[in-house]
T-cell receptor, first 114, second 114 residues
Framework: GENVEQHPSTLSVQEGDSAVIKCTYSDSASNYFPWYKQELGKRPQLIIDIRSNVGEKKDQRIAVTLNKTAKHFSLHITETQPEDSAVYFCAAGPSTDSWGKLQFGAGTQVVVTP | GAVVSQHPSRVICKSGTSVKIECRSLDFQATTMFWYRQFPKQSLMLMATSNEGSKATYEQGVEKDKFLINHASLTLSTLTVTSAHPEDSSFYIC??????????FGPGTRLTVT
């Protein structure tokens, strides 16, 4: 099955700087790569996603890049703000065995200091 | 759009009792819903995949007789934790799928078993 590794586990950045989180996946059949932001005690929120027919996607301060050959994808946050502080999860899928399962990375705790 | 509700948000129950958690897609029909468990500072652990009108598919190591899942309609799935024990205390989150891969999460249910 799919295996997703996510790095780093924690990331501290100063307000205004950029943050980059990287994920690798193992299943070459995966074709959907979402990123979720989860604040403490809250639900994971889909912030951006990318499909395998696209190499890069941008939405304001957030961008995701995908390298299918190397099987890795990254989240880029520019001009970070304190409200960007949260845990970010990458995911890959869907699983080919059934029903669109996603495999999640372990998460990255991002702390933006003013 | 893509709003998922979950009820209750918090529940405290005594050891040996059963607890039912509801997951609803409010503004879309979800053919597939997923149930996750999340421990503090950890990633989302998929418990089972729920499809309307059919039996749920459980992940390895998840006891299907303990975690009963019913997907009665395209907008409602329920998870019943039977004979709960303190080790079942956790944050349970459901998600609903609009299209294959894309998942939107409910707000979660904090279960505490005393």
């Amino acid at each position: 099955g799919e295996n997703v590794e996510q790095h780093p586990s924690t990331l501290s950045v100063q307000e205004g700087d950029s943050a980059v989180i990287k994920c690798t996946y193992s299943d070459s059949a995966s074709n959907y790569f979402p990123w979720y932001k989860q604040e403490l005690g809250k639900r994971p929120q889909l912030i951006i996603d990318i499909r395998s027919n696209v190499g890069e996607k941008k939405d304001q301060r957030i961008a995701v890049t995908l390298n299918k050959t190397a099987k890795h994808f990254s989240l880029h946050i520019t001009e970070t703000q304190p409200e960007d502080s949260a845990v970010y999860f990458c995911a890959a899928g869907p699983s080919t065995d059934s029903w669109g399962k996603l495999q999640f990375g372990a998460g990255t705790q991002v702390v933006v200091t003013p | 759009g893509a709003v998922v509700s979950q009820h209750p948000s918090r529940v405290i129950c005594k050891s040996g009792t059963s607890v039912k958690i509801e997951c609803r897609s409010l503004d879309f029909q979800a053919t597939t819903m997923f149930w996750y468990r999340q421990f503090p500072k950890q990633s989302l652990m998929l418990m089972a995949t729920s499809n309307e009108g059919s039996k749920a598919t459980y992940e390895q190591g998840v006891e299907k007789d303990k975690f009963l899942i019913n997907h009665a309609s395209l907008t409602l799935s329920t998870l019943t934790v039977t004979s709960a024990h303190p080790e079942d205390s956790s944050f349970y989150i459901c998600s609903a799928s609009i299209s294959v891969g894309e998942q939107y999460f409910g707000p979660g249910t904090r279960l505490t078993v005393t």
